[in-house]
Structures are given as C-alpha cells and as structure tokens.
C-alpha cells in the first residue's frame, strides 16, 4: 500500500552495518561470529583500535570463477541504455573479472568513488580513519578522523575529538567528501552506541567534509544519531543524511553548511536514493518493509512504497524512473516503477544482499552479499543475475567507477577488491 496523497518522486537509499551484532540484528538479520582478522566487538561499541597509518598491500590475482542463481520475476521491463561506450558493449553485456586485492591497516565499511579517480575508503572506530586511493590501487593519504571542533566553530567542545567514519558522498565535481560518522569520541561524549536503539538514547553526531585536494578535513556539521547514509542532491544544494538511531533525515543546506530540516522517517533509516532534478529523496526504513518519498521542496514525507523486508540500498535508473532495492532480509533485489510504486520483479542473489551501484547506462547492478562472501551483478532489464564471485569475508561497501569499468568492493575481513567489467 502507499501512504500519502500527492504525486512525487523520489529518494533513499543505502547502507548497512558491522560483522558482529549490529545493524542486522536491529532487524531481526542474524551474523556470524568474525574470524580473528575483523573487529571483535559491535559497530558503535566504546573499544576501538588506535588510529594507525595504513600500509597497503596489492596483489593481482587470476578472475574469479562466475556462477549464475535462481532469479525470481514477476514482469519483465526495459531499461534505457544512456550512454554508449567506444566498443558499443552495454555493461549487461560485459563479464567481470577480479583485477587486485588491496590490503593493509583497514577495517572498511564502506568504499567510494569520487568520478575523478580517487576512492574513500571508511573504517569506521576500528581504524578511526579515511584511506584514500587511486586508480592505480596506491594508497595515496591516510585521513585520521580526529578534529577539533572548537577551532571549526562549536563552542563549548574542547580539545580534538574522534569520529567513526561510516559512508561518503562526493559533490558533483568530486571536489568534497562529506562523510557521516556513527558517533563521537571526546570530552562530554557518551560513547557506546549499537544498533539496537531508540530516539533520545544516544548523542547527535556529526558529518564531516574532506577537501579531496588538501585531503584533509575542513568542516564538521551537526546531524542526529548515528547517521549511517548520506547522499547530495545532483545540483548539490542539500546534503541528506540518514541517522539510524533517531529514526529521521537530517537536510543540510550546503550553502550554510547548517542542517534546515529534521524529518521523522521510522525505524532505522538507511539508504538513500535521490532524484535525477534533485526534487525528491527515497528513503529505506530497513526496520520495516517500506521505503519512504520525502518531498525535498517541502521537506515532508510525502507518501510510502511496500518493497519488502529490511529494505537497505537504494539505486535509480539514469533517467529516475525506476527504483532498485536491496532487501537484506529476504536475500533479494526489487525493481520498483516509481510511476505506479508497483515491484516489477525481485531476483535472489546471496545471503543479506547489502550496499549496492549501478552501471552508468543502468543496464547492470553490482551488490554485495554480506553472509554469503559475494558481490553479484544482476542484468536490470529482467532482473537475471548474470554472476556471482568472491569478494572477501563479510562484504559491505561497493562502488562503480564509470570511466574504468571498474566495481570496488570493500570487506570488514580488512580487503578492498577490485572487478573490473571487461569485453567477453
């Protein structure tokens, strides 16, 4: 059923959490036990390893051997190629291959390209740092996430202070980061914040913003508890951020660097997906089976599409038509017409399919299945998953790289590896 009255489009989507009890087990989800290579204590616990600088070790290996699974559809749709590469293969068409393993000091929960050849990697309390890389697969800085927030303008903070880099998201021009962190660390905090929670338990948090020049931190923001997802709108005026803790959407106004909303979402927001002419948010509420439209004029939920279980990640199509949904509880994707907000199709890929991109010509989603140890790649058009491969223990972020082809996956085992979607 959908809530709400008007017609809108719009926004949500991302995210997912730790390898011991965390995010999936707020969901009913549960997690094995990590080996002893991964962090040893929940997302958001008060023990933390010390910031450390990060060596990063490569290795190139031969691809991976590739699998199909059951799928299962109840219509079958088209998706619009937008953008045609040199060689006139659409991504659907391509075959992924493993081209490298990036290793070292990380813990990362997630991993992002910034379209102009740099990638972030955050490592959440366990490294207490940024990793950034290049297309060569060299670290190129190590960004501690300790600030001092008097000297960025908040009165009554003291001394530096930590934050536990969650997700990023980049402006369009691949100029700034901004970063959420799960919460902070320093003189005034409580720290300690799982999971499992409820508005008023725990602290409001912050988003900072790295200058992907300087590479460094430049500003910090208030947002509310825990925020897991954040995303820009494409003509980058408002910054959304979704705070699992306090069950709403912090809206940042870009030109104040200040937040101008608060919107109660529900249980466990997380993902975010925003449209094409930045008019609307879709939101995952991951602690039911909806996903929330949010009307970015009015800054108010506007209505409600049913998914399925434990919605998580939000993609849309290039032209914003149709919305993709990772549903970590029912180890599948839904393909939702944002026209009608009837599901199309749902396909099975792995076990807790988490964070999730998309091809450039929306021909092709790349998803991580968490329990399962395996990224998928699902041909949008009939909702068939076309491979399946090994991607480390426990993976959770994924990013695409328009102008390489390639997909990064990042695996709180302490791996970034690297597909890259060759000509078959």
Known sequence: ???????????????????????????????????????????????????????TTTTTVAPSTTSTSTTSTTTTTTTTTTLVPPDGLTAAERTLEQVTVIGGTISPKSVVASGTGLFFA?????????????????????????????????????????????????????????????????????????????????????VYRIDAEALGIDRAIPVGAVPKYLALTPDDRLLVVSNWCSYDLSVVDLARDREVARIDIGRYPRGIAISPDSSTAYVAVMGSNRVAVVDLETLAVVDELVVGSSPRHLVLSPEGDVLYVSLNREGRLAKVDLATGEVLAKVATGVAPRSMDISDDGTALYVVNYESGTMSKVRTADMVETQELGAGYHPIGITYDAATREVWVSAYGGTITVFVDTAP
């Open 1 to 55: 059923m959908r809530r709400a009255a008007a017609l809108v489009v719009a926004v949500a989507v991302l995210a997912g959490c730790t390898a011991t009890p965390g995010e999936e087990a707020a969901v009913g989800e549960t997690t094995t036990s990590p080996p002893s290579t991964t962090p040893q204590f929940p997302e958001g616990t008060a023990t933390d390893s010390a910031s450390a600088e990060s060596a």
């Open 122 to 206: 955050q490592n959440m309390m366990y490294r207490h740092t940024v990793t950034v890389y290049d297309r060569s697969y060299e670290l190129v800085a190590t960004i501690p996430d300790d600030v001092d927030l008097g000297a960025l303008g908040f009165a009554g903070y003291e001394g530096r202070y930590q934050g536990a880099p969650v997700e990023a998201a980049f402006t369009s021009d691949g100029a700034f980061a901004y970063v959420s962190n799960y919460e902070m660390y320093g003189a005034g905090r409580r720290t300690g914040a799982g999971d499992s929670c409820s508005p008023g338990q725990w602290q409001d948090s912050f």
